[in-house]
């Protein structure tokens, strides 16, 4: 089972809770391999995932322009129809509008014909609804969200395989 993490990061905290998703997918049995869409991306194993999640910083409440122009624009050149797909993000606040940024994103995967997927808040705690996020400027909620950014990616994975295996 092939997956990936395709994300934007400028100061490097979304690429390392892309980090942490590959850690989980990779306990469930999963390759996992991250992209930056600031660097070339291996298409043909993107072609060959089954799975992809999405990751962005928040700026001004959605998602960073440079994954959005990736998903609008270079996207055209991979094969995403029918993968399962989901969205994280990082932020400053909790009222800073990261729950957007994950859903303008979901949204686009949407058009491009994926089957999204949350984690699920089902499965009980720690409750994941869109998408982690971790927030940078609320106490310790960086570093504690390590941990739930690891289980989404083992979650994302497990799915996948249940889905495609
Ligand atoms: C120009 C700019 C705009 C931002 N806008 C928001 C925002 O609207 N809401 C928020 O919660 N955080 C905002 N942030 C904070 C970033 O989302 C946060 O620091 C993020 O973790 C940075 O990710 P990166 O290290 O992967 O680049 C902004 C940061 C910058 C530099």
């Not at 934007?8 to 979304?14: E, I, L, R």
């Not at 942490?20 to 930056?36: Q, Y």
């Not at 400027?137 to 960086?142: C, E, I, L, M, Q």
């Amino acid at each position: 089972m092939k997956l990936a993490i395709i994300y934007y990061s400028k100061t490097g905290q979304t690429k390392e809770m892309a980090e942490f998703i590959a850690r989980g997918m990779k306990k469930a049995d999963s390759e996992a391999r991250i992209f930056s869409v600031d660097e070339p991306i291996d298409t043909e194993y993107v072609n060959d995932c089954s799975g992809i999640v999405f990751g962005t910083p928040t700026y001004m409440a959605t998602s960073h322009w440079r994954i959005s122009q990736w998903l609008m624009t270079e996207s055209g050149n991979f094969s995403l129809a029918g993968k399962l797909g989901g969205g994280f993000a990082t932020a400053h606040y909790a009222q800073g509008g990261s729950d957007s940024a994950i859903l303008s994103m979901l949204g686009m995967l949407l058009v491009k014909g994926m089957l999204v997927y949350s984690g699920g808040s089902a499965f009980g705690k720690p409750f994941i609804h869109h998408g982690p996020v971790a927030l940078d400027a609320v106490g310790d909620h960086y570093e504690k969200s390590k941990e739930m950014f690891e289980l989404f990616g083992q979650r994302f994975a497990e799915k996948a395989l249940e889905l495609f295996e």
